[in-house]
């Protein structure tokens, strides 16, 4: 017995040494200590065995036992060692590399030129309130003085999606409902989409404007000016001339288009400019009589000024962009510029 315990020791050991992965491990482990193992077939003997055999073999078998399971464990725990250093050998990376960039978004011509003119009006006190895009006729066009005959009202220029219904041509309709669900003094400014049937490289069938409307007692026309000339001091930089030339709208009386110096040649005259000079940025004027009446609101008491302004126009000139449709394109190289 004690030559069969021996041989198991040396021929277990030479195996172990031999063993190239854990599921071959186990199989020896099995094929020497499993219930049909050969040290356990070995083992089966002891009750055979003598007095004085008995503990002697049982010394030796113990010994044995933990020789070759301690074998097993050292290999186990070179298997891990080796798996650590492969999966560390596998992942390494290369710290030298340039990192990956991400894209960063940017805000959007229009939109800073948007946030640009909302912050202006509300330094002077203005609040901003929002209109329905889709808007009744009659406040789009009859309650602001419009008749029925004017040609803004041609089917040319207005989209209509029912009777009595188009998307709105301009912002002045907020005006109206605005001034129907509240008493003077207003101080309001308007952004919003509006849509007119045009198309060419400076205008789309949706635009952006602004829309002004200031109701209180004794307004007057030089009110109108010191607060669109501060805007346009503030939008455009401290040397940029203003003009005020005469116009006329169906809502405001009187009626003035306002123009800035030329940004792009200092008023001498360009393309941009149509060799003007002055370049147009947006309509005004005293809020017509009528359009009081149209809301209740008594003119022989209360006056009032009303500005409109293209935003897109505005973006366009502030940033030197030639084709409106470049700025609906949402091409990342263009936005990128801004
Ligand atoms: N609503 C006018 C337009 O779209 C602009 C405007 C607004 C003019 C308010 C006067 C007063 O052209």
Known sequence: ???????????????????????????????????????TDVMKGMGKLSKEQKPVIGKLSNEIRLEITNKFDQVIEKFNQHKHEHKL??????ITLPGRRRQIGRR????????????????????VV?????????????ALNTPKDHPARDLQDTFY?????????????????VMKKTAPPIRIIVPGKVYRRDY??????????????????????????????????QMFGDTIQVRFRPHFFPFTEPSAEVDISCLFCDSKGCR??????????????????????????????VTGFAFGMGVDR????????????????????????F
Request: charged share 25%; aromatic share 10%; with cysteine.
């Open 1 to 39: 017995m004690q030559d069969q315990l021996e041989q198991i020791r040396t021929e277990a050991l030479a195996e172990i040494q031999e063993v190239e992965t854990l599921e071959t491990l186990e199989q020896l482990r099995i094929k020497y200590f499993g219930r049909k193992g050969l040290f």
């Open 89 to 94: 050998a596998e992942e390494t990376i290369d």
């Open 108 to 127: 959007h011509p229009i939109t800073q030129v948007l946030d640009q003119i909302q912050m202006i009006f509300k330094g002077m006190g203005f609040e």
């Open 130 to 142: 929002e209109g329905p895009e889709i808007e009744l006729e009659f406040y789009n066009f009859d």
């Open 161 to 177: 999606i029912d009777e009595g219904i188009v998307l709105r041509t301009h912002t002045s309709p907020v005006q109206i409902r």
């Open 200 to 233: 060419d490289i400076t205008h789309l069938p949706m635009f952006n404007q602004v829309e002004g409307l200031l109701v209180d007692h004794h307004v007057t026309f030089s009110e109108l000016k010191g607060v669109l000339y501060s805007f346009a001091r």
């Open 272 to 301: 941009v400019c149509s060799h003007t000079g002055w370049l147009e940025i947006l309509g005004s004027g005293l809020v017509d009589p009528n359009v009081f009446e149209h809301v209740n609101y008594d003119p022989e008491n």
């Open 314 to 337: 505005i973006a366009m000139l502030k940033f030197g962009i030639t084709d409106l449709r470049l700025m609906f394109e949402n091409d990342m190289r263009f936005a990128k510029q």
